[in-house]
């Protein structure tokens, strides 16, 4: 089975920061995963993608992020989402996903996290 885990969401201040961590783990290797990426659900709205990161490095980021976030991966299967100068607009449920190349064994192309709350409010 394959695994992702968010953790770091919690209440923040607007103007503060907050890191988030996506660790993968299960029947996968790094290398058939084509990007990493961070999607968030604000309350009442879609789930929209955040920013994301391909195996070779190269990132891409919503225009809502205004160059305040910062999407990273490190070399022990980890994802983290850096978010500085936050906003109330930033409230919602992110979540972690990975796409592969080519479809996994069930045909899956992607696998989702369970989610991790960010909560911007004074």
């Known amino acids: 089975q394959v695994q992702l885990v968010e953790s770091g969401g919690t209440l923040v201040q607007p103007g503060g920061s907050l890191r988030l961590s996506c660790a993968v783990s299960?029947?996968?290797?790094?290398?058939?995963?084509?990007?990493m990426a961070w999607y968030r659900q604000a309350p009442g709205k879609q789930r929209e993608v955040v920013a994301s990161?391909?195996?070779?490095?190269?990132t891409n980021y919503a225009d809502s992020t205004k160059g305040r976030f910062t999407i990273s991966r490190d070399n022990a299967d980890n994802t983290y989402l850096q978010m500085n100068s936050l906003a109330p607009e930033d409230t919602g449920v992110y979540y972690c996903?990975?796409?592969?190349?080519?479809?996994?064994?069930?045909?899956?192309?992607?696998?989702w996290g369970q989610g991790t709350q960010v909560i911007v409010s004074s």
């Open positions: 996903n990975a796409r592969r190349y080519k479809p996994g064994p069930k045909g899956e192309l992607a696998y």
């Open positions: 990161i391909t195996a070779i490095g190269r």
């Open positions: 299960g029947n996968i290797s790094i290398s058939s995963i084509a990007a």
